[in-house]
């Protein structure tokens, strides 16, 4: 016999056994559904993570903090005028950019501001960063461009989740409260920004007039010492750009702000002159240090090879250095560990579809018992039998894996959408929870066909030994 003969052979014989073939590729395409589906999930988690490392700078990028806490600065020096802790400056910010591999050495600086306009007001983390280090975010800007350097005004690019921070002054309800998006057009309104938040007192401040410098009215700062109130300065601010995506559109930079570093650092020695800036260390009598530092230090490798080597050089020289690789790789140990377990699960249901093909094949020898003698008689190998029982398990295998990725996709992308639309995916990068790729949807194929043909082994070779004129007699 050929294999056209087997192929034809084996489709006819399922064929005349309609419900049974039904119910068994019907278990083959549960079973490879749930594993697909279950992969995915963790998959998806994997993809969305690789978004989150590019969209922070990509694998060449190093994170360079303070040695004395988390954000680069300190409250206070130890001893006589001598600095104990290590922190980020100027001078630092050169010595590393002049390192062998370095590409980049960009600062920043994070402040709390609070934006007001109209009867609406947002406390956000506002990023002052170089033109350099804005460039090398690789922001999505919907709207504008980067913030211009040496106007003397300041500029802010904003996150497309920003708005929904912003929340009415008298009843304190916000977007999550209402569901309403509050009437600011952050592209082309003005704004009135303050940097004193810790004495800002939003009740006390109920009009505002523009101003030409950039400056606007006073609200009030009460001064605990005398009782009296001092005037905040509120500054009139535009927005440069805004990144692209709609309210669902998660990202690292989702309800970011940032600006021009050096235009906020004019701003802030002119408002705190002689004073400590917000942020900044001071000694122990309260004094404002020499120098301006800064929150922390993004550093770029001009290769990955060279990340390592960068990022134990600056660690040497007392600095907290954190990398994306590093990140990578310890969040992939741990993916590892759920994708195993997710498929593990859904492999339960490939294995009760297994049993049921065994079931399928053992009952069609059974039924086949005169036909199998009767071929045996004319001839026919053995191994013609073995492999016409083996294409048959295939074929179940084959349509239960076909049909499985099929309602696998179905499921992905109903997934996507439910956990899109219900925003569960907020602290996440976007919405998609869910990913199937290519490669995943062949070895699933691949995977359930040979499920078929093993499930279909031992039937096949019961099928071999069966004497040719007990089969023949038998009824």
Known sequence: MNWNDLLRMSINSLRRRKLRTFLTVLGVLIGTAS????????????????????????????????SDNSDGMTTESRGSGQETEKRIDDQLVEKISKMDHVKLAAPIYETSVILLKGSYMAQVQLQGMTPEGLKSLNMDLGDGTLPKTGTGHLELIFGNGVITDFYETGSGNGYYDTGKVPNINLMKDSLFMITDTENYNSDSSTAFGDSTDGTAGTGSQSDSGTGKTKPVQKYVVRASGVINGGLDDYSNNYDSVFCDLETLKQLLRKEY???????????????????????????????????????????????????????????KSQFAIVQAVLGGIGAVSLLVAA??????????IYERTKEIGVMKVLGCSLRNIREMFLLEAAFIGLLGGI??????????????????????????????????????VLMSMVFAVLVGVLAGYFPAKRAMKLSPLAAIRNE
Do not use: C
């Open 35 to 66: 594993i697909v589906v279950m992969i995915s999930l963790g998959l998806g988690m994997q993809q969305s993570l690789y978004k989150e490392v590019e969209q922070s700078g990509g694998l060449t990028s190093i994170t360079v903090t303070g």
């Open 273 to 331: 002159a002689g004073k400590v800036i917000p942020g900044q260390p001071k000694t122990k009598a309260g004094k404002a240090l020499k120098g301006f530092y800064y929150t922390s230090l993004k550093v770029k490798a001009d290769d990955i090879d060279h990340v390592n080597e960068v990022a134990d050089v600056i660690r040497n020289m007392g600095y907290n250095v954190e990398t994306n690789a590093e990140y990578l790789d310890s969040m």
């Open 355 to 364: 049993i049921g093909i065994a079931n399928t094949m053992m009952m069609s």
């Open 403 to 440: 049909a499985g990725n099929i309602l696998s996709f179905v499921m992905s992308a109903a997934i996507n959408i439910i956990v899109g639309s219900s925003g569960a995916m907020s602290m996440g990068s976007d919405s998609t929870i869910s990913y199937i790729p290519w490669w995943l």
